[in-house]
């Protein structure tokens, strides 16, 4: 009874929906639109940005599909990830290959075939970059998994402006470099509080193989590199002072929050890193949409 219980997979639209780690994707698609509107001084065409975002999105989708697949068996040892769909055996595996091997074909395809192959094959690296170095590999390998493996979820804004551009140019470059430094304190202020959860599952993550003390100092560490990416653009003049003024006031509040990490021990060091961790994601969200105020406010 139970195993056709189980068997019965009945995968609802909000199973798949979930699969390909949407709001995640979102930011991503915020940061490709970024390159591309960054990637030439007048509007791109709008059909064009559409599909290019279409295709990095499903891309996308699909690699995090994949990483569920692939992660099932650690997912299931962890509260936060416990109640996914593959785990609670709401899809099956063979569904979830499918559904992610479908989304990623057609938006390489819609790439390939309507926006050009640089950034299709850019978009194959990047999804093979997430779905099979990282997720496979690296993230049950070391714990540096995510300061390689962060390289692929960086990639959005040069395949946005590839897309447009037909060529990568070193300003993309450099929005590549803001989001993998940022990547660090970004998911490390989270393993600070998720420890325990991956200590139970046995993935290597930084405070589990070398303590909270020293990740909490490698958190404050790659603060200060991001902020150091973050004022490339200006250094480099992509962006002007508009760009300069925001940034630095985020910047502000950026090491705020970080050094609360470095700073604190105990509950206190759980509530820091959680604030530190929800507040990364509004940082690059803010980064890029700084970049694209002073981008505006220069033409
Ligand atoms: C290898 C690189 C990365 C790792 C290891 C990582 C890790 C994580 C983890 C474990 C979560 C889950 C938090 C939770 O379930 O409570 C998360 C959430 C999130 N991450 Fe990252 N991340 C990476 C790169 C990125 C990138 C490049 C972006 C966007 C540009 C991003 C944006 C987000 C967002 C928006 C959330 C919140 C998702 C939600 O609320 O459902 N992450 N990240
Ligand atoms: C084509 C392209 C741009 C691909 C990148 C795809 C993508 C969705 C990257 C997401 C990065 C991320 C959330 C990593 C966390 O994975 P995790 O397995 O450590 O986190 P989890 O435990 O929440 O699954």
Not at 90 to 114: C, F, H, K, M, N
């Amino acid at each position: 009874m139970a195993i056709n219980q189980t068997l019965n997979f009945s995968p609802g639209v909000a199973d798949y929906w979930q699969l390909g780690k949407p709001r995640v994707v979102l930011v991503m698609l915020v940061c490709a639109l970024v390159g591309m509107l960054l990637a030439e001084p007048q509007l791109p065409d709008p059909g064009r940005m559409i599909i290019a975002l279409l295709g990095i999105g499903l891309v996308s989708m699909g690699a995090a599909a994949f990483n569920h697949l692939l992660d099932q068996r650690f997912d299931r040892l962890m509260a936060r990830t416990r109640k996914r769909p593959l785990v609670q055996s709401r899809i099956s595996p063979w569904q979830a290959a499918l559904y992610a091997a479908l989304l990623s074909v057609t938006g390489l395809w819609l790439l390939a075939e309507w926006i050009n192959e640089l950034t299709a094959w850019l978009t194959a690296a990047a999804l093979l970059g997430y779905a099979l170095v990282y997720t496979a590999f690296l993230k049950h390998a070391t714990p540096q998994n995510i300061t390689i493996g962060g390289l692929a979820g960086a990639a959005p804004p040069l395949l946005g402006w590839t897309a447009i551009s037909g060529s990568v140019d070193g300003n993309a470059l450099l929005l590549v470099m803001i989001i993998f430094a940022w990547t660090p304190s970004h998911f490390w202020a989270l393993a600070i509080y998720r420890c325990e959860e991956y200590r139970q599952a046995g993935v290597p993550m930084l405070p589990v193989t070398h303590g909270l003390a020293f990740t909490r100092l490698q958190v404050w560490l790659y603060a200060w590199v991001t902020l150091a990416t973050s004022l490339l653009p200006y250094v480099f003049g992509l962006s002007g002072l508009v760009y300069l003024l925001l940034i630095s006031v985020l910047n502000l509040r950026w090491l705020w929050l970080n050094y609360a990490v470095y700073q604190h021990q105990g509950k206190k060091l759980m509530r820091a890193s959680q604030r530190a961790f929800w507040f990364s994601i509004r940082y690059i969200l803010y980064c890029f949409l700084f970049l694209l105020i002073d981008h505006f406010i220069a033409l």
